[in-house]
């Protein structure tokens, strides 16, 4: 199973990621528990979660929020009606699964930083 075929379940990952700005504390903390998954290739977190969704929701959530932190986004800024972020929601996923069918082996915080880069035009 690959990445790409997680379409439905990482749909929210965009924006259920922190969208305000952190305390250093809270910006140190998401830092560390993204950490332990950036190893992930699209590849290899598809082997790992072996069918179980929401393991992949976790770690793109985990990235999505570093990526989001790391450029200071604010998704408000981007979208604000439910209609604006379900247009968000459907490019970022675009973007993710072809970040992925380009390349298995992609780091995949690359291919979500790249995936958020280009779903708000960055």
Do not use: W
């Not at 700005?21 to 950036?38: K, N, R, S």
């Not at 408000?76 to 009606?81: W, Y």
């Not at 247009?87 to 675009?94: D, G, K």
């Amino acid at each position: 199973m690959q990445l790409y075929h997680f379409k439905s379940t990482v749909c929210a990952a965009l924006l259920a990621a922190p969208t305000f700005a952190l305390a250093d504390e809270d910006a140190d903390q998401m830092v560390q528990d993204a950490l332990p998954v950036m190893h992930y290739t699209c590849a290899s977190i598809a082997e790992e979660a072996d069918g179980d969704e929401e393991f992949v929701v976790i770690v793109v959530r985990k990235m999505t929020a570093l990526s989001l932190h790391n450029r200071q986004i604010n998704i408000e800024d981007h979208a604000a009606t439910d209609e604006e972020k379900a247009q968000l929601r459907e490019a970022f996923i675009a973007a993710l699964s072809e970040g992925c069918a380009a390349d298995k082996n992609a780091l995949l915080g690359g291919v979500v930083d790249n995936a958020v880069k280009s779903t708000l035009g960055l």
